[in-house]
């Protein structure tokens, strides 16, 4: 059994994943992010690079699944970005994030639309 699986049934809660105590891990699964979305009268954006090592593609088609329909609703997959939403290259990792980078001017001018087109909502 993985460690985010232990940690997820609450088999164990005494080792940590990427530095972070267990507990945090159980808090974070125990939202239902997609569910809470769809409870919203408000629009939704998502966004993913697609060098993002830490939120997949089986992910972000989760929320466009759970999602379909909801008015409002945008789901974008930003190519070339990680997941703090900066260009790298080779394989991503952990390690990219210690290089000093600004997110790219594309992803702040696409929430900035987002949301001047939600002002309609």
Sequence with gaps: MLDFDKIESGEVDDIKILGVEASYWQDL????????ARTLAKPVLVMLGDR???VSDIDIASWRKGLKGSRGFVAITLPGLNHLFMKGKGKPGPEEYSTPCKV?????DRIAA???NSESF
């Design 104 to 108: 790219e001017p594309d992803v702040i």
């Design 29 to 36: 699964y125990s939202h239902q992010g997609i569910a809470m």
């Design 114 to 116: 987002f949301v001047k």
């Design 52 to 54: 993002d090592y830490q």
